[in-house]
């Protein structure tokens, strides 16, 4: 979707490696979110941010850490990768807390943990 | 008690026949609603959205919804299959009386179009 790139767009990984995962946007929308995909369970929120260096936990927050150092990167980290964490994660920006307008969804990034 | 609930996984139609995916959720207050749908291999896009204002809500692709408040529900429907709406469906409400200040998204509907 045109302002917000996620990258890489595909991943595989080793059980116990670091992973980050970034979420770039040139709207300059104040709010960002992560969420991962899985079937049967839509899309659940792992961590949101709010402004630089204001970021809180979602559902599914347990193994991720997040950072936002500036407006428009939104890092998601896995200090350990393990299989649950297989998933497909999209990254998400609304100009205000998206009860407005909803979110624009970046093109998702498939990670494998093997 | 699951916030969101999209009562069918799947829903299967033929080209050119109604479609109702059914969306309930739960809320102590009037959220807002959306619709989102995702063809495979792709990104979400918004279909529609209800903020308060008219309870019938026309969207994208010929797409609308109701906001009932006295049933909690917010249904889609479109007229019409068309072979293009075959996708997954996501229901999505504000729930900021969670504390959290995000969307709370739907288990999801599979459409299937038929022809």
């Known amino acids: 979707d045109a302002g917000i790139t996620q990258s890489p767009r595909h991943k595989v990984t080793e059980t116990g490696t670091p992973v980050t995962l970034r979420c770039h946007q040139t709207?300059?929308?104040?709010?960002m979110y992560w969420y991962r995909q899985d079937p049967g369970h839509g899309l659940r929120l792992i961590h949101y941010?709010?402004?630089?260096?204001?970021?809180d936990k979602g559902e599914v927050s347990d193994g991720y850490s997040v950072s936002r150092s500036k407006t428009e990167d939104f890092l998601l980290t896995l200090e350990s990768a393990t299989s649950s964490q297989t998933s497909v994660y999209f990254c998400?920006?609304?100009?205000?807390?998206?009860?407005?307008?909803?979110?624009?969804f970046g093109s998702g990034t498939r990670l494998t943990v093997v | 008690a699951q916030s969101v609930t999209q009562l069918d996984s799947h829903v299967s139609v033929s080209e050119g026949t109604p479609v109702l995916l059914r969306c309930n959720y739960s809320?102590?207050?009037?959220?807002?609603l959306f619709w989102y749908v995702q063809h495979p291999n792709k990104g979400l896009q918004l279909l529609l959205k209800?903020?308060?204002?008219?309870?019938l809500v026309k969207g994208i692709n010929g797409f609308e919804a109701e906001f009932k408040k006295s049933e909690t529900s917010f249904h889609l429907t479109k007229p019409s299959a068309h072979m293009s709406d075959a996708a997954e469906y996501f229901c999505?409400?504000?729930?900021?009386?969670?504390?959290?200040?995000?969307?709370?998204f739907g288990s999801g509907t599979r459409l299937q179009v038929q022809p």
């Open positions: 999505v409400v504000s729930l900021f009386d969670t504390g959290r200040r995000a969307l709370t």
């Open positions: 709207e300059n929308h104040r709010y």
């Open positions: 998400a920006i609304s100009e205000g807390t998206g009860t407005v307008d909803g979110y624009t």
């Open positions: 209800y903020t308060s204002a008219a309870t």
């Open positions: 941010s709010y402004g630089v260096k204001d970021t």
């Open positions: 809320s102590s207050y009037s959220p807002s």
